[in-house]
C-alpha cells in the first residue's frame, strides 16, 4: 500500500466558467500523468435544474455540492498519486472549507479575458452555458484570499500552458 505522503499535493483549478479549467486539466492528464477530475460531476440534480432555468445557486445548494466534491477529492487522492481537479469555487468560503480537510492542496486560478472567455461559453457544445448565466456568476466570484497560483489561458494551443504548467509544477 502506498504511503499518503508519497502522494503529490493535488492541485485545484478554479475560475469562471470558459477560461479553461477543464482544457488545462487535461493537459495535466496527457502530458504530466495527472489523473484529471471535473468537479461538475458532483452537481447535484437541483443544480443542473437551477442551471437550467438560470437560477442562481443558494447556500445550501453548494453546501451539500461541496460536501461531496471534497469527500471525493479527498478518496481521490488517496488512489491517484497526481491529481488535479477542476472546479469554479466561486465563492471563498468553500476553497477554505477545502484547505481546512486537504491542507496540502493547491489552488490555481485560470484567467483569460472576458472577450474570449464568452466567445469560448457561445462555442461550446458539450455543456452549454448561457452567457447571462455566465455573467451572474462573474458577480458571485468572490476574489480569492486564500494562496493561489495563476495562469493565463489567452492563446491558443497547449504548447503555452504546457510551458506555463512546467514554470510552476
Do not use: W
Not at 38 to 50: H, N, P, S, V, Y
Not at 58 to 66: A, C, E, I, K, L
Not at 88 to 98: A, G, Q, S
Request: charged fraction near 35%; hydrophobic fraction near 35%; charge should be positive.
Amino acid at each position: 500500500m502506498t504511503c499518503y505522503n508519497s502522494h503529490m499535493s493535488p492541485i485545484i483549478l478554479f475560475g469562471l466558467p470558459g477560461t479553461g479549467k477543464t482544457y488545462v486539466g487535461k493537459i495535466f492528464e496527457k502530458y504530466f500523468d495527472y489523473y484529471f477530475y471535473e468537479g461538475d460531476r458532483d452537481l447535484t440534480k437541483e443544480m443542473k435544474e437551477a442551471i437550467k432555468v438560470q437560477k442562481v445557486f443558494t447556500d445550501r445548494m453548494r453546501d451539500v455540492f461541496f460536501k461531496k466534491l471534497i469527500g471525493n477529492i479527498q478518496e481521490l487522492t488517496k488512489k491517484h498519486k497526481k491529481l488535479v481537479v477542476a472546479q469554479t469555487f466561486i465563492k471563498e468560503k468553500y476553497r477554505v472549507d477545502l484547505l481546512k480537510k486537504i491542507p496540502e492542496a493547491k489552488f490555481v486560478l485560470i484567467e483569460t479575458k472576458k472577450k474570449i472567455r464568452e466567445e469560448r461559453l457561445i462555442k461550446r457544445v458539450d455543456y452549454p452555458l448561457d452567457l447571462e448565466y455566465a455573467r451572474i456568476m462573474v458577480n458571485n466570484f468572490e476574489k480569492p484570499k486564500i494562496n493561489y497560483q495563476i495562469i493565463i489561458n489567452e492563446a491558443d494551443g497547449e504548447e503555452n500552458i504546457k510551458k506555463l504548467l512546467k514554470k510552476l509544477f
